[in-house]
Each structure stands twice: as C-alpha cells, then as structure tokens.
C-alpha cells in the first residue's frame, strides 16, 4: 500500500507524544509499589473505567470487526458477543469488587486465591493467569503491528518492536497511574477514530440511507442474532451471552481486576467503574457499523484484484486497505494513530499486570525477601523489559496463523485455559473444597477443552462447558469428602 506520508508520521508522533506528556503529568511520581501498581488507590471512578473499556478495546476491535462483518457471509451477530461482555462487567463488579477490595494480606489475585482454596492452588492458578496474559498480549501485539506493516513498508519485527517501546515507556514512568491517566486519554482518542471512521466511511458511500439499509438487508448483513442452539456454530446468542460472561468471569481472575478494584478511592467506586464500563461497549457497536459501511463502499466501487487476492489469507487489511487509499494525508494519521492508542492501551496494563505478579509472587518470596520497596520497584521497572521481550517473541511466532483471522484468533488460543480460570476464580470467591478438589475439577476441564475441540464444538463453550464441569467435579468431590470428614468446612 505505500508508505506514510511524513504529515501521516508526524501526526502520529505528535499524538503519542502529547499522550505521553500528558499522563506522565497527571500521573505525578510514585514512590513505593502499592502506588506504582495499585495507583495509591486515590484514582477517580470514571478513570479507572476508561481504562478497563481501553483494556478490552484492542487493535483487534479496531480491525477484525469491520472485517468479520465486511468478508462473505458477515453480518452483526458479533453484536450477541458485546452484550454478553458488557453484562460480564456487571456481574464482574458483583462478584469481586468488595472482596478484592476488603482483602488483607492480599496482593495479588493469586494471593487470594491461594488463601481460599490453598497455597498449591495458589501458585498454579499463577502460572494459568500469566501463560493466558502472554497468549492474550501476543496477539493483540501482533493485530496492531500487523497493521503498521501493511500501512508501511516496515517488517512486522519492527512494528512490534515499536509499539512494544511505547508501551514499556508509558508502563514506566509511573506504573498503574501512567496507565489508568493514558488509558483514560487513548480511550477519548479511539472513542473519536471509531465514531469519525463511521462518519467518513458513510458520507464516502454516496448513497440514499433507505437504499443502502435495503441492500444491506438484501444480503443478510443486518442479521443480529443467532438462535442455533448447535454447539458448532461459533457465533450464536446463546454462546455469544454465555461465553462471554464466563469470559469476563475469567479475566477477574487475572491481577489486571484486582489493580483497578484497588486503583479506586472507595469499593462503591470500584463497582461503579465497572458498571459503567459496561456502558462503554457501545463503541464495539459503532465499529461494527465501520463493517457494514466498508461492505456498501466496496460494492459500488469494487475490489481490486490485488486486495481481493489479499483477503484470502489475511482477512483483517481491509480496513487499513481502505485508510490508506480513501482517506485523505494527515487525517489516515489520526485513524492510524487511533489503531495504535487502542493497542497500546491494552500492552501497557499487560505489563503492569504481569510485573506486579512476578515481583509479588515470584521475585520477593523466592528470590530476594525482605529487600528495600526502591528495590522491588526497580526490580519492578525491570521486569517491564522482561515481559515485553517475551509479548515480542510471541507475537511473531503467532504471525504464521494470520489466515485463522485474528478475531478468532484472540478469542480461540485463550480459550484452552479461560474456562480452568472461571472455575478456579469462582471456587475461590465461594471457598469451595480446596487442593485436591481443585486438581481435579483442573484436569477435568482440560480434558473437556480437548474433548470440545476434536469434535469442532465452538470455541465460544470451551469456557463456560469446561468451567461449569471443573465447578461440579470439585463441589462432588467436596461434598463427599466432608461426608467423611464432618470437621472440614468446604463450603462457606
């Protein structure tokens, strides 16, 4: 496609650079770990829930969705995965705000967990949410470097490799404060690119509403729902609601929950954030209309030949196709800088998620005790480094399954393990059983998942089939041995 324009170049740069500016500012200094990971817990509600929608919001929104909805046979019935994902951040809110909040003695999930259930099941569960951490990052690192390099003539190692940089910095500086304040300013950034990308892509249609809502519906690309109740279907209501609450479920588990639950003034704060971000899935709607508009765009003007060749095995370059060719220099700056911000949002909490972990769980205990707070916040910095060369490597080993299509991709990989982290985070919040119980409900479910997967069931009841079978296996398992042992308390 040719490369950037230095006006396209420098728009960017400047955007980056002025966010960058801007949270370091009102991020002010941290001094010891609980701010730099936990913000001090003096951050507003409404931040705290900019940030966890820019969390979720990737580069994979920005340009898997359009394209799920623009290739043969797309419609909206992703529409049935954001209403599920926005009710998970309601039971979310529910389920973990007060006790994340209330917890002593507790400073990471896995803490929590071990607690609850045991140490053993502590540590493993650890090393679950940090491997799903890694696969999650990877991919989206990839979404969005993938997306510099058909704009650019840049390898993709590059690509990576810059927006890796940007997030170590902003990771940095000031840890979850830096994060949460330019999380909040990408999340006004992408909320602009999604909404001026719908505007622009209508008004470049060039034709009557009424006649394009009728060729739309001609060609079954309003459809919203799905009512199949067959389990090989990837997108229906029922797998799109039920798997993505599970999902959001899951996510609780990972340390990303706890810090933001902490980052607030107040656990009424904390459920309120959460329950807003809710609301901010709409933006997920409005991309999906960047879908339908690309659709009626490229029926009037055609596909060229090349781009078409293309979209056979990377589906995902349409819409950097089209910034690229229909939009005019210095603005296709903005849509791209907008792609980035939405990326970026989602590496730098990674990063500050798995270095606190590593540092609590890992470093502190096993490596170095009782050091200084300035050490372990150095070690802290450190590790930032560490973790993004590991989201690197990853990211370019995944650049081989481009063809899966990276909507599917993002969601499909983390499923193998998402449903073994719903159950554990669940048994955890209830106190249900304790190690032994969990082994079990743990290898039953992994033998689900694969179970599920060699016979073609959706990927979207990987998590919510296996997660509900390792609930049963560990609550049975639990009942009969306090039958037993009538002294045990398994469930409170």
Request: aromatic residues 14%.
């Amino acid at each position: 496609m040719g490369n950037l324009s230095l006006i396209d170049v420098f728009v960017i740069f400047s955007l980056m650079a002025g966010v960058t500016w801007f949270g370091h500012v009102l991020s002010g200094s941290v001094v010891n770990r609980s701010q730099f990971f936990n913000a001090g817990g003096g951050l507003p509600w409404w931040a705290v829930s900019t940030s966890i929608i820019a969390t979720v919001v990737s580069s994979v929104t920005f340009i898997s969705v359009p394209a799920a909805v623009f290739m043969d046979g797309g419609n909206l019935t992703y529409a049935q995965m954001i209403i599920g994902l926005s009710l998970g951040k309601i039971v979310t809110s529910w389920l973990f705000a007060e006790p994340y909040y209330s917890s002593r003695g507790v400073a990471t999930t896995y803490d929590y967990i071990g607690k609850r259930i045991g140490p053993e099941a502590g540590r493993f569960s650890m090393i679950v949410g940090l491997v799903l951490n890694l696969i999650n990052t990877a991919v989206k690192l990839l979404t969005t470097a993938l997306v510099l390099s058909v704009m650019t003539d840049w390898s993709l190692p590059i690509c990576c490799l810059f927006i890796i940089l940007f997030s170590i910095l902003w990771s940095w500086l000031a840890g979850l404060k830096t994060v949460i304040w330019t999380d909040f300013l990408l999340f006004l950034i992408f909320a602009f690119g999604a909404l001026f990308s719908l505007i622009w892509v209508f008004f470049a249609v060039d034709m009557p509403l009424a006649q394009t809502l009728q060729l739309l519906d001609e060609n079954a690309k309003t459809a919203l729902f799905d009512l199949s109740i067959d389990p090989h279907i990837t997108y229906t209501l029922w797998a799109g609601i039920i798997g993505s609450i599970t999902l959001s479920i899951s996510m609780a588990g990972g340390q990303g929950t706890l810090q933001r639950v902490r980052a607030c003034r107040s656990v009424v704060e904390a459920k309120k954030a959460y329950n807003f971000a809710a609301l901010f899935y709409v933006l997920h709607v409005l991309i999906l209309f960047v879908g339908l508009a690309l659709w009626v765009f490229y029926q009037k003007a055609g596909i060229p030949t090349e781009l078409a060749e293309q979209l056979v095995a990377q589906p995902d370059r349409i819409f950097p196709y089209f910034i690229m060719t229909e939009i005019p220099t210095g603005i296709s700056g903005l849509f791209i800088a907008a792609i980035f911000a939405a990326g970026i949002s989602t590496l730098d909490s990674a990063l500050a998620e798995v270095a606190d972990v590593s540092v609590a769980n890992i470093y502190e205990p096993y490596i170095k005790p009782n050091a200084s707070d300035a050490h372990y916040l150095w070690v802290s910095r450190i590790l930032l480094l560490v973790w993004g060369g590991a989201f690197f490597a990853l990211a370019l080993f995944f650049s081989s399954f481009q063809a899966e299509g990276l909507l599917n991709l993002t969601f499909k990989l983390p499923s193998y393990l998402t449903g073994a982290m719903f159950g554990t985070i669940i048994l955890a919040r209830f106190r249900i059983g304790g190690v032994p119980e969990y082994a079990a409900g743990f290898v039953t479910a992994s033998f689900c998942v694969w179970l599920m997967q060699s016979n073609d069931v959706g990927f979207l009841w990987w998590c919510p089939i296996s997660g509900l079978i390792m609930l049963s296996v560990s609550c049975g398992l639990s009942i009969m041995r306090n039958n037993f042992n009538p002294e045990r308390t398994g469930i409170i």
